[in-house]
């Protein structure tokens, strides 16, 4: 008998359930995703969130080098961002130790790491820790271990998630390894299913496109039926994407990824004052429409935050009023 609760033996059978409000499905990682759920969370009737397992810092870095488990930090996070109430789980799911042998390490990504051993597949974790948080939806990993992102950069190759987030120059291709990933069938599935599928905001080659690469996450955004909305960032990353604006970011997406062009793009209007060398990004409105997007502008950005953030509250109301 397992420890704590009800067992989760199998993933559940749960996606062809009806619920009310659009079926949102967001696909990324890190900061950017979390915000986008908070976002979907004030008008959808799910979210479910396809998150990229190519992280290699942090704790979760630490953890995936001796443990067999895909990088849990992202996850995480976007565990807790589907969950709405206060409780002794949330708060143990967020808590950071400060010194000792776990000194950065989230108990959130340790708690993930010991529900792997006892269900038995980081999945079934996943499972057993959203029915633990009563989370609003599900956490879904793009694929199934842990994965190493690959770049390659004018004849350069660059590996692992943190050097590619700080490399400068052009990418010619992104690819995941080994060579044998698969997209998880519950990622399939959702993204099959979804009504809205949301791409960004957050760094765009080592969140967005990392999770888009694992081979058949893309192919089912093509199939599905669903409507595609791409939520541009709010200024530029010194590496992967510096002096590149709105219509850099949404070329690189589609060139590196081959995913259809989406229909509608959600970007900021709000003037946001950045240090050299980071710009604020602007989407052209006569290039946007070009691609056959509908060009959605709103201040989206945080008034709060110390650095430049989407406000879930504003985001939300951008997306709500955009028509599956």
């Known amino acids: 008998m397992h420890p704590v609760g009800t067992e989760p033996e199998t993933l559940p059978q749960e996606l062809d359930v009806a619920f009310e409000?659009?079926?949102?499905?967001?696909?990324?990682?890190?900061?950017?995703?979390?915000?986008?759920?908070?976002?979907?969370?004030?008008?959808?009737g799910r979210v479910d969130a396809i998150v990229t397992v190519a992280d290699d810092g942090g704790s979760s870095g630490r953890l995936t080098t001796h443990l067999d488990i895909p990088p849990p930090g992202d996850i995480r996070k976007c565990l807790l961002a589907l969950t709405p109430e206060d409780s002794t789980w949330r708060?143990?799911?967020?808590?950071?130790?400060?010194?000792?042998?776990?000194?950065?390490?989230?108990?959130?990504?340790?708690?993930?790491?010991?529900?792997?051993?006892?269900?038995g597949s980081f999945e079934l974790a996943l499972v057993r820790a959203e029915r633990l948080l009563h989370t609003r939806g599900s956490v879904i990993p793009a694929g199934g271990q842990h994965l190493e992102l690959e770049i390659e950069s004018d004849g350069t190759i660059v590996r692992g998630q943190v050097a590619i987030s700080l490399?400068?120059?052009?990418?010619?291709?992104?690819?995941?390894?080994?060579?044998?990933?698969?997209?998880?069938?519950?990622?399939?599935?959702?993204?099959e299913m979804a009504d809205v599928i949301i791409l960004g905001p957050g760094?765009?080659?080592?969140?967005?496109?990392a999770a888009m690469r694992v081979p058949g996450i893309?192919?089912?955004?093509?199939?599905s039926p669903s409507h595609l909305v791409y939520v541009g960032n709010l200024v530029t990353q010194d590496g992967e994407t510096l002096e590149m604006d709105g219509i850099d970011h949404?070329?690189?997406?589609?060139?590196?990824?081959?995913?259809?062009?989406?229909r509608t793009i959600v970007a900021n209007d709000r003037q946001i004052e950045v240090a050299s060398p980071l710009n604020k990004i602007e989407f052209d409105p006569e290039l946007t429409a070009t691609y056959g997007a509908d060009l959605v502008l709103s201040?989206?950005?945080?008034?709060?935050?110390?650095?430049?953030?989407?406000?879930?509250?504003k985001l939300g109301e951008a997306l709500e009023n955009i028509t599956p």
């Open 91 to 119: 708060r143990l799911f967020e808590y950071r130790f400060e010194g000792a042998d776990v000194a950065g390490h989230s108990l959130g990504n340790l708690i993930l790491a010991g529900l792997t051993d006892i269900e």
């Open 218 to 223: 893309t192919e089912a955004i093509n199939r």
């Open 203 to 209: 760094s765009l080659v080592t969140s967005t496109i």
């Open 250 to 262: 949404l070329d690189a997406l589609l060139r590196l990824t081959g995913v259809r062009p989406p």
């Open 21 to 44: 409000g659009p079926r949102v499905v967001a696909i990324g990682g890190g900061q950017g995703l979390s915000r986008v759920l908070r976002a979907a969370l004030t008008y959808s």
């Open 167 to 191: 490399h400068r120059g052009s990418i010619d291709a992104v690819r995941v390894r080994p060579e044998t990933a698969a997209a998880t069938e519950r990622a399939v599935e959702a993204i």
């Open 299 to 313: 201040d989206l950005v945080d008034a709060g935050d110390t650095r430049p953030s989407h406000d879930p509250k």
